[in-house]
């Protein structure tokens, strides 16, 4: 009886190890490293400085009935309107001055450009610049003498947005005594 129980203890931890094996064999992992010469090589061994690459699936390398899983969507797939990766004022330049007989000249750098949809606005010193909403490039007129922040922000329809790094310039009077600025 005692033989008996032992057999059967024994077939369930083969078929418990069997499976174990089983799932164990649909994913591997393998490493991947370049050597001095620059040649590349692949092992399932790790070896200092190589890349771990995991692979998953089942590789029957045209043994058994296994058919190619098929292609699943990437998760982290980008919408079609996804908002600009880049986006960055050019001009002016930080702690730029100017004096208040000139213009500002204002230009942004985005990358994507604005899909349908989105909207591109200005704000100086906290307030909007509504004339150059969507504008990539204006003049701002004589402004008076101060300190001004400018920031650029993108906007779409769901409520998502992105925001260029703030600015700060300066407009000073020109001196009587530098006759370059008259």
């Avoid at 590349?40 to 790790?46: L, R, Y």
């Avoid at 985005?110 to 150059?132: F, K």
């Avoid at 402004?143 to 310039?169: E, I, K, M, N, W």
Wanted: glycine share 8%.
């Amino acid at each position: 009886m005692r033989l008996c129980f032992q057999a059967m203890h024994l077939r369930r931890v083969w078929l418990a190890l069997g499976l174990l094996v089983a799932i164990a064999a649909d994913a591997a992992v393998i490493y991947k490293w370049t050597d001095a010469d620059g040649v590349i090589h692949f092992s399932d061994q790790a070896v200092p400085g190589a890349e771990k690459i995991i692979v998953s699936g089942s590789i029957n390398n045209g043994i058994g009935g296994g058919s190619p899983a098929a292609p699943t969507k990437p998760v982290n797939q980008a919408p079609a309107t996804a908002l600009p990766a880049v986006i960055a004022i050019s001009s002016p330049g930080k702690e730029q001055v100017f004096f208040n007989d000139e213009l500002v000249s204002v230009q942004l750098t985005m990358s994507p450009g604005l899909s349908p949809g989105q909207t591109l606005n200005w704000n100086l010193n906290g307030s909007a610049l509504t004339e150059q909403a969507n504008a990539l490039s204006f003049s701002l007129p004589k402004l008076p003498r101060g300190t001004y922040t400018l920031t650029a922000t993108v906007a779409d329809a769901d409520g998502g947005q992105t925001r260029s790094d703030s600015v700060t310039f300066y407009v000073r009077q020109p001196s009587e005594l530098s006759p370059q600025h008259k």
